[in-house]
């Protein structure tokens, strides 16, 4: 019943631009925390921004902050990762992970790929010249 729908990854140049979404299916993410992870080749997977619909807590990676922006539409039971400015480093496979939360969580915690519950398919994100 729950799904995360993963769609916005494919191939820029650096220093471009892309917005990923990841909407909800079967579930309110209103009451979700929203995770945004990303694996290159031979690097282990990282977390790079997340949100906490509990109290609109945002933490990023220090290697996005400043060009990476996540941010929820309630409306659309969406969460989207804005990625400006990118770098060849950014490129991996980007997923969308969620869990269920009743308060305020750490960002250590909510920056760890164990804490979520649900994850979506990936996609791809190629920053290349």
């Known amino acids: 019943q729950l799904q995360l729908v993963e769609s916005g990854g494919g191939l820029v140049q650096p220093g471009g631009s892309l917005r990923l979404s990841c909407a909800g299916s079967g579930f309110t993410l209103d009451y979700y925390a929203i995770g945004w992870f990303r694996q290159a080749p031979g690097k282990e997977r990282e977390g790079v921004s997340c949100v906490n619909s509990f109290d609109g807590t945002t933490n990023y990676a220090n290697s996005v902050k400043g060009r990476f922006t996540i941010s929820r539409d309630s409306a659309k039971n969406s969460v989207y990762l804005q990625m400006n400015s990118l770098k060849p480093e950014d490129t991996g496979i980007y997923y969308c992970?969620?869990?269920?939360?009743?308060?305020?969580?750490?960002?250590?915690?909510?920056?760890?790929?164990?804490?979520?519950?649900?994850w979506g398919q990936g996609t791809q994100v190629t920053v290349s010249s």
């Open positions: 992970a969620a869990v269920k939360v009743w308060s305020g969580i750490s960002a250590g915690r909510m920056m760890s790929q164990t804490f979520y519950d649900y």
